[in-house]
């Protein structure tokens, strides 16, 4: 089973700030990888696949990189509505398939 | 717009089997992969399994033992059954399609349509 592990569990921002989140594999997923944003009492929206496309209706604000097994979410400039949990799944090598723990975007 | 919606108790009893449907509208559960996923209540998501419309599925190591996934194309629906459950299943169950890449032809194993979730709670 491939670990994905997520760091920092949390991450306090200000509003107009960077955020940027790393997302790491146990082995190598190429780039197999996909972010979600999950906001209290809602399900996970799907923000990112193959590590850096945009899923349709994406802002351009949020953009993903990284291949193998590091992995990177950045938040060009954080609004209020970005402000919630992101959670990365590997879809390489299932199953079965593995979300990594989370990070918590929350006001500074 | 794809819409689906999950169905069932909300309490199980513990040892008993934990029953959910989920419901496609707004499109055909036909030519897609559709997951189960849950989330105990503050903790992160766990796939559970996955089926295609034709009946195939593909279940986690860690419940195959205890999963049923089936799936009813006339209704449009797919369900879940959950056997010998015990309080480490208490969690919000989420139902989810695949993406399909229709400029390539292949299906994604990411999820780009989910349920709102149900809250499923084990107790006596």
Not at chain 1, 28 to 54: D, E, H
Request: proline share 5%.
């Amino acid at each position: 089973e491939i670990v994905m592990t997520q760091s920092p569990a949390t991450l306090s921002v200000s509003p107009g700030e960077r955020a940027t989140l790393s997302c790491r594999a146990s082995q190598s997923v190429s780039s197999n990888l996909a972010w979600y944003q999950q906001k209290p009492g809602q399900a996970p929206r799907l923000l990112i696949y193959g590590a850096s496309t945009r899923a349709t209706g994406i802002p351009a604000r949020f953009s993903g990189s990284g291949s193998g097994t590091e992995f990177t979410l950045t938040i060009g400039s954080l609004q209020s509505e970005d402000f919630a949990v992101y959670y990365c799944q590997q879809y390489h090598n299932w199953p079965p398939l593995t979300f990594g723990g989370g990070t918590k975007v929350e006001i500074k | 717009q794809v819409q689906l919606q999950e169905s069932g108790p909300g309490l199980v009893k513990p040892s008993e089997t934990l029953s959910l449907t989920c419901t496609v509208s707004g499109g055909s559960i036909s030519g897609y992969y559709w997951s189960w996923i849950r989330q105990p209540p503050g903790k992160g998501l766990e796939w559970i399994g996955y089926i295609y419309y034709s009946g195939s599925t593909n279940y986690s190591p860690s419940l195959k033992s205890r999963l049923t996934i089936s799936v009813d194309t006339s209704k449009n629906q797919f369900s879940l059954k959950l056997s010998s459950v015990t309080a480490a299943d208490t969690a919000v169950y989420y139902c989810a399609r695949h993406h399909y890449d229709f400029s390539t032809g292949y299906y994604k194993n990411y999820f780009d349509y989910w349920g709102q979730g149900t809250l499923v709670t084990v107790s006596s």
